[in-house]
């Protein structure tokens, strides 16, 4: 049995020019193409369709999906591993689920009594659920700085991949400690901790003052970014950005 690909389209929510560009670049060519200039899919497209949005939703890129789907020999071998992927992932979203509802909690308690958040005492647990994946994801306005960032991380052990998180988790806290001590964003002590973050960013790589006041715009734009911050104090977003923006325009200009 064929599909057309109008068909094809509305049961899997992909757009036909969509489609339509999975196989103008090989990723899905269609079984056939009727005589009308009209594609038609069948069994065996519509499972590797399945497949390519499986890997989508998980975060893969179209060229990778490629190379995935041309080094496969068997898809019901590959279905299965799809499915550990899958199972990976829920497990990480409930972690990453369970740890917005402590601070919420958290949050809520320490405005009520007036006492500090108890999850700064572990700072690493802010971020729990969170993978490099998610960081290279919200890197992805920055694609020299993701690039940088994926060849820093290429050669270290997951050990030290997740300790250099608790270190920037660290570091916002601190901040957000700065913050609610009252000190301006241009504060000295802000913008020592400023230019802590300025020398470990030209680490990885050295980036412009336009591309410095770009990421320092994202702290506020980027939704993910926000949220990181945000779930660690109301305000912290809009403050790293005020430090960059203070820290770019007294020391880079």
Do not use: K
């Not at 049961?11 to 489609?19: D, E, I, K, N, Q």
Request: with cysteine; glycine share 6%.
């Amino acid at each position: 049995m064929a599909w057309p690909i109008a068909e094809v389209a509305r049961m899997s929510g992909v757009t036909a020019r969509t489609l339509r560009h999975y196989d103008e670049i090989g990723l899905l060519p269609p079984a056939r193409i009727g005589s009308n200039g009209h594609r038609y899919y069948e069994e065996r497209q519509l499972l590797q369709l399945q497949q390519i949005l499986v890997l989508r939703a998980l975060g893969v890129g179209l060229s990778e999906i490629a190379r995935i789907l041309g080094d496969q020999v068997d898809e019901l071998e590959a279905l299965r591993g799809h499915h550990l992927r899958l199972v990976a992932e829920r497990n990480r979203l409930d972690s990453l689920a369970a740890t917005v509802s402590r601070t919420i909690a958290d949050l809520e308690r320490s405005r009520r009594d007036g006492t500090p958040m108890t999850s700064i005492n572990r700072p690493e647990n802010l971020f729990e659920g969170i993978q490099p994946a998610d960081i290279d994801e919200s890197l992805r306005d920055f694609p020299e700085q993701a690039e940088a960032a994926r060849r820093a991380t290429a050669a270290m052990t997951p050990a030290e991949i997740e300790a250099g998180q608790r270190e920037r988790t660290a570091r916002m806290v601190r901040l957000a400690e700065l913050l609610a001590a009252g000190h301006p964003a241009d504060a000295e002590p802000t913008q020592h901790m400023i230019d802590e973050e300025y020398q470990l960013l030209g680490e990885i790589r050295t980036v412009s003052v336009e591309e410095y006041l770009a990421i320092a715009r994202s702290c506020t734009e980027n939704a993910q970014w926000n949220a990181a911050y945000e779930a660690i104090a109301p305000g912290l977003a809009a403050y790293q950005r005020a430090a960059m923006e203070a820290y770019a325009a007294a020391r880079l200009a």
